[in-house]
């Protein structure tokens, strides 16, 4: 996500550099596997060798998809003017991280990056849910975001880093062996009885239940749950675990919907509503057709947490940070 964000704003930041800074403006984008420590953080020291590579270039500012915080506190960015370099962590600007919110923080880090004068004031690009402060690293200065709102943003963010959207494909099996299973509130009138009878919060209830059972399904049986490995993560574990639990829910609430819509319209075109009506003894709406859909749904999503046993756990564990993060890690014995 974060080269896709990069570049959807390259050119507009390039723009907008050159309306304020004197002189010549070029701007280069690349990407690179960054390492992170076992506690889940950047190895500092590999990101200043950033300079190294890039000697000519007066900034360098880096978009990561980690969540990156210092003591509690979600760290949006952070500058290293000895180093010309910039972290920027993408999940911390929030679920809502447009492209105008991260070339302003671009922007602001930029400023700061360059000499004084070189520029306007960087406050004018500040963020009202943020504030700039020296961090643990003594000669770096970071932004950091609201303690109470910082946490929600942060988690919202790495969700949508997660790209629930791109997941949904991943879980075919459970798609295929649900749409079989709700393909039998189509043809078996107890079914229609059934859903005509329960009430409209026991409908809600039937389908809260049945995505909570498959989301701790996927979670057991891929290990997506991470546990703090001392008490210090315990933050950071946290708010992995949100996010995938968050993650999940959405994946399988668009294969709950997607099913819904399936069987509700091979349930218009198979179901006669005459015949419909005499079993149900009572008048037939399109209403009558949806409870259906959704009851059979319901029973689809169970069947589609055994279906999902078919499902690549390679392709499911990709989608959260902590097992994304696991790729970077490295020890000193490494």
């Avoid at 390259?10 to 390492?35: H, P």
Wanted: hydrophobic content about 45%; glycine content about 8%.
């Amino acid at each position: 996500m974060p080269t896709r964000r990069v570049k959807s704003i390259r050119e507009s930041f390039t723009a907008r550099a050159r309306q304020l800074v004197d002189g010549e403006v070029t701007v280069s984008s690349e990407t690179r596997m960054l390492r992170i420590h076992p506690d889940a953080t950047l190895d500092i020291d590999s990101v200043r060798k950033m300079e190294e590579d890039h000697a000519d270039a007066d900034a360098v500012i880096m978009l990561t998809e980690i969540p990156r915080h210092t003591n509690g506190h979600p760290l949006i960015s952070e500058i290293f003017p000895e180093q010309n370099v910039a972290i920027v962590s993408c999940p911390t600007l929030g679920a809502w991280a447009t492209k105008r919110r991260i070339q302003k923080v671009f922007t602001g880090s930029l400023l700061r990056l360059l000499p004084p004068g070189a520029g306007p004031d960087p406050e004018e690009y500040d963020q009202r849910w943020s504030r700039w402060q020296s961090t643990e690293r003594g000669e770096a200065l970071g932004l950091f975001a609201h303690t109470i709102t910082g946490g929600p943003r942060t988690v919202l963010g790495m969700v949508l880093g997660n790209d629930p959207l791109r997941t949904v494909p991943k879980l075919s099996s459970a798609l295929a062996a649900g749409a079989a299973t709700g393909a039998f509130g189509i043809f078996y009138s107890s079914i229609w009885q059934m859903a005509d009878a329960l009430s409209p919060l026991r409908l809600v209830v039937v389908g809260l239940a049945a995505m909570i059972t498959m989301i701790v399904w996927l979670i057991i049986r891929d290990g997506l749950w991470d546990r703090p490995r001392n008490r210090s993560l315990a933050t950071v574990v946290t708010l992995y675990n949100g996010s995938t639990a968050i993650t999940l829910l959405v994946c399988i609430l668009m294969l709950y919907l997607a099913l819904v819509v399936v069987i509700f319209l091979a349930g218009l075109v198979i179901i006669d509503a005459e015949y419909l009506a005499s079993v149900i003894s009572s008048e037939v709406s399109l209403l009558n057709y949806l409870n259906i859909a959704w009851f059979s749904a319901g029973m689809g999503v169970f069947a589609g947490a055994i279906g999902s046993s078919f499902d690549s756990g390679v392709d499911l564990r990709r989608l959260t940070h902590g097992q994304r993060e696991r790729q970077r890690e490295y020890t000193e014995s490494a």
